[in-house]
Every structure is written in C-alpha cells, then in structure tokens.
C-alpha cells in the first residue's frame, strides 16, 4: 500500500488558507476561484495566477521562507492529518499489509511525516529525490521503496492511492500497479466525476472505505 500525501493523508485546508491570507484575499474568493479554475481544466498554477498576477511558486515559497522563518507557512502538522488515516492505518497493518508513503512534497514533508509516527514502513519525498509525479521516475522509486520493505514484490501487488487521476492513477497503472482513486480534496471530487476514474481499481471516499475494500479483496 502506497500513499500520496496531500489530500489523501493531510487535509491542506490550512495551507491554502494561509495563502489566502499571505495575498489578503477572502478565504471563500480564494477556495471558489481555484475551483472553477480546476473545474473548467486549469491546474492550480493557473488559480493562482488568476488571483495573483505573475505568480511563481518558487519564488514566493523562498521569499515567505525569508520573511517568516518559523512559521507554519506551506508546512503540515499532527492538526492536518485527515481523522481516518490512524484507525485506517492500524485495520491495514493488523491485516498484514506494507504501509509506504510517497508523494509530491517538499525535503520539510518528510520529517513531518516521520515525526507523526504513523507506524508506515518507508516514506518517499519527490523533492528528495529529484523527481516526481506523474514522471515514470518517481514510480520506478514507488517501486523500489515498496521492494526495500517486501523484497521481490511485483508491480501488479503495489497499491497506490491518490486524489488524482493524472498524478495518481494513470502514472501508476502505466507502472504496472493498481490504483485507488480517493474521492475528497481539492482535486478528488472533481476527478472522480471523469472517464478516466474508472480506469482506478475502485473509487472511495475515505480510508476507512479503503480498509474495507481491501479486506474484501481476499
């Protein structure tokens, strides 16, 4: 079992909430504006450069780093963790499954993770590794981190779960594994509504749903 990180683990109200803040924008024009960016196929990069003109991820990220140090920023914490994934995790572990955690996240992402002891047995960080998704790369690092904790498993028995269809499951089915398509999030409500949702081994809207779905699967 292999996990995306946002919005399939960490809710990432707060954080957008906090860019809304950064820019003064209210935080209803903030979250409607992005939504019908990505609802009429834009990407979140767009959203935001419709809100803030010439907006560059990059650079706003070092220049926030500069101005407020040790603050929460982009960051994540315990608060964040959406409430399904400790009881979830625990039915998934008690079940024998391998639990890994791999997503599209910045070098900070993984000691937070860490520092939550979710009882996962391996944690990857795209920006730690120098790729990410939906690059082919970063599955092939999907594989061999699952590889590291069950030695000789096959694609077709690694399971990734995500809130997108582009980053998530396609990559991960061209990969050779299965996929979950996870229904919340920013992302999630609308990608499940497409064609190529599914394409995803199932569709659920919570963990919980997950655990059960894969207890039935035997």
């Keep these: 079992m292999v996990f995306d990180v946002g919005e399939t683990l960490v809710d990432e109200t707060r954080i957008f909430a ?3 803040d950064r820019f003064g924008i209210p935080h209803m024009a903030f979250f409607g504006t992005i939504g019908a960016v990505l609802g009429s196929g834009g ?3 767009d959203g935001f450069r419709l809100l803030v003109p010439g907006f ?11 101005e407020d140090p040790d603050g929460e920023r982009e960051h994540f914490g315990e608060d964040d963790l959406y409430p399904d994934v400790r009881p979830a995790f625990g039915a998934m572990r008690e079940a024998g499954l391998s639990l890994v955690i791999a997503g599209n996240q910045p070098p900070e992402a993984g000691p937070a ?4 002891s979710l009882g996962v047995d391996a944690i990857g960080i795209s920006d730690d590794w120098g790729v990410k998704k939906p690059e082919p790369e970063f599955f092939d690092r999907v594989l061999s981190l699952a590889r590291a904790t069950r030695p000789g498993i096959a694609p077709e028995e690694v ?3 995500g809130d997108r269809v582009d980053n998530d499951v396609l990559p991960a089915l061209r990969a050779g594994m299965r996929a979950v398509l996870l229904r919340r999030g920013i992302y999630g ?3 499940a509504a497409t064609e190529d949702a599914a394409r995803a081994d199932a569709v659920l ?3 919980h749903q997950l655990a059960d ?3 039935r699967q035997d």
């Design 18 to 20: 906090r860019w809304a």
């Design 43 to 45: 990407t979140l990069t």
């Design 56 to 66: 560059d991820l990059a650079a706003e990220s070092a220049l926030w780093r500069a």
């Design 113 to 116: 993770l860490t520092a939550m």
């Design 159 to 161: 399971l990734y779960v």
């Design 189 to 191: 409500y609308r990608h």
């Design 205 to 207: 809207d919570d963990l």
């Design 213 to 215: 779905w894969i207890a």
